[in-house]
């Protein structure tokens, strides 16, 4: 059965279910589907301020003892870790040790200062507890993106790129960091950083300080809503790719070694809009920010402002659906999971706050299939929601990883835990 074929079948069963892969709306005519999620040629979105844009925020009350996200069928959820500070984003060093960034930024406007350190967990006999637990790294400023390269450990504070030396095994970085590579602070915050396949050159995520750059600052700075790529000392930095409002988690897909991310969009243009995405990065291209959004549909609020650059905008790959705020990406290389798992995409959608009903607050699988996503995505681990009438939610997953032994590692930085999950038993492919 080809994708087309089955994305629709898929479609039309979740438009009888009202599942989360699509929306519907009524009109004074009848029904109408509102598709806001799955390939970008297959959308139907709504005209921009159709439904009310509102605001309702979620309040995490924690995890009740005993109580923990719910997995599919055949795979068991364990707590990995917990007493965490705001833990983010993830990154498993080649010994199968697994750093944590522990940074805050919501919060620090009520006094709260940023633990603003990475965390190292060692799980040497596998039995999903970590014997050891030590800080890795400390004195950062809002660290998110990690990475190794040879005997360099290279980390995204919110206002640079720094590196230090790395030693194999080693619990502990004493050393002086050096800034290679300053990056605007504030705004979006989440600076993740990759290397290329042959170790080279590193690519550094940056958002946006604004939702649609309401007063002109973003566009004065280049580097914002951006994919930079860099030497490995910092230097020869260029645009990748731009007009990303707010691109975060990066990965390399493992098929075509394409880089991926997930991006959040905008907000305040109602329910539906705009979906949030995931895509392929191609050297050189605008996706719209702020101006349009999935290809050339013109932003109201920027309208007649650049027609040129309008024009030159393509979409995103893969609709993710609207508010659900993607923070987490990993293309599945483990061999424990399933065969329909392999060489997808796990996301962690950390939740939304600007539409009348939740959505997100779980972490989703879209399939690939000869490096495209080859189906709906599906949601993998939820639970996470409390009581939806009182706006409370017991975490909200952000950073997810595999491990060495093919378990996914999902951080939680609202529950300050990491849940781990794990295949149970063989289930047959979905291909």
């Not at 279910?17 to 297959?42: K, L, R, Y």
Request: with cysteine; charged share 20%; net charge negative.
């Amino acid at each position: 059965m080809t994708f087309r074929i089955a994305f629709f079948a898929s479609l039309a069963v979740c438009l009888m279910m009202a599942c989360n892969s699509a929306s519907q709306t009524s009109e004074d005519s009848g029904a109408v589907a509102v598709v806001e999620a799955g390939p970008s040629e297959n959308l139907v979105l709504p005209e921009p301020f159709a439904t009310e844009s509102v605001r309702k925020r979620s309040v995490v009350v924690g995890w009740p003892e005993g109580h923990m996200p719910a997995a599919l069928p055949g795979f068991e959820v364990t707590l990995f870790a917990d007493d965490l500070d705001n833990p983010r984003q993830l990154y498993v060093l080649p010994n199968g040790d697994v750093l944590v960034a522990e940074s805050i930024r919501e919060r620090l406007e009520q006094g709260r200062v940023s633990a603003s350190r990475i965390t190292l967990l060692r799980d040497a006999d596998q039995d999903g507890k970590p014997e050891v637990r030590e800080v890795f790294l400390s004195g950062l400023n809002m660290p998110f993106g990690m990475q190794l390269v040879g005997g360099t450990f290279y980390v995204g504070n919110t206002d640079g790129l720094v590196r230090y030396p790395y030693q194999p095994g080693q619990r502990r970085i004493t050393a002086k960091g050096e800034k290679i590579l300053d990056l605007p602070a504030g705004g979006h915050y989440t600076r993740d950083v990759v290397a290329n396949a042959d170790g080279t050159r590193l690519f550094i995520s940056v958002g946006s300080g604004s939702n649609v750059d309401e007063d002109g600052e973003d566009a004065k700075d280049p580097r914002r809503a951006a994919i930079l790529e860099v030497n490995l000392d910092g230097s020869d930095m260029r645009v990748f790719a731009s007009g990303l409002r707010n691109p975060v988690g990066l990965a390399w897909e493992p098929v075509t070694n394409a880089l991926w991310t997930v991006v959040n969009e905008r907000d305040r243009l109602g329910d539906e809009l705009v979906p949030d995405f995931l895509t392929s990065v191609r050297d050189g291209s605008f996706y719209g920010w702020p101006y349009s959004y999935f290809g050339q549909n013109e932003e109201p609020r920027k309208k007649g402002e650049r027609p040129d650059l309008v024009a030159m905008a393509i979409p995103p790959d893969y609709a993710l659906g609207s508010h659900r705020a993607p923070l987490g990406l990993v293309f599945y290389e483990g061999a424990s999971f399933p065969e329909q798992y392999h060489g997808g995409a796990f996301v962690g959608l950390h939740g939304s706050w600007n539409r009348s009903e939740f959505v997100g607050y779980k972490v989703t699988f879209i399939p690939f299939e000869n490096g495209q996503p080859s189906g709906p995505m599906q949601d993998f681990l939820t639970g996470f929601i409390s009581n939806e009438e009182a706006s409370e939610v017991y975490g909200r997953p952000v950073g997810v990883a595999v491990m060495e032994d093919g378990s996914l590692l999902v951080a939680d930085d609202g529950g300050n835990k990491i849940w781990r999950v794990s295949a149970t038993q063989t289930l047959s492919s979905s291909r």
